[in-house]
């Protein structure tokens, strides 16, 4: 987790992961668990996810994990010197819990 608003009960995830293992299923099964916990055990209400807008690879792994494209953040980061957008990610409890349960049918 990245931050954890105890408040409202929610949490914000991210990722990162040398080149050479993009593509295995690493992330989205590491994060399934991340996610797991944070509903299951930590009472979570929301957690969210962002991308780097041209980050095709981050985008596939969070909508595989169930979470919904909210929008866009428009110069959210400056990164190497270049302030770059952002795609933002969520998933509610209600999202989790549906999707579960069309992962067992």
Known sequence: ??????????????????????????ITEATREVIRYGFEKMGLHRIEGRCNYNNAGSARAMQKLGMKLEGVLRGQLKIKGVFTDQKMYSILKSDYDDHLRDQRI
């Open 1 to 26: 987790m990245i931050s954890w608003d105890v408040k409202h009960s929610h949490a914000e995830i991210g990722f990162a992961i040398a080149s050479k293992y993009w593509s295995k299923g690493i």
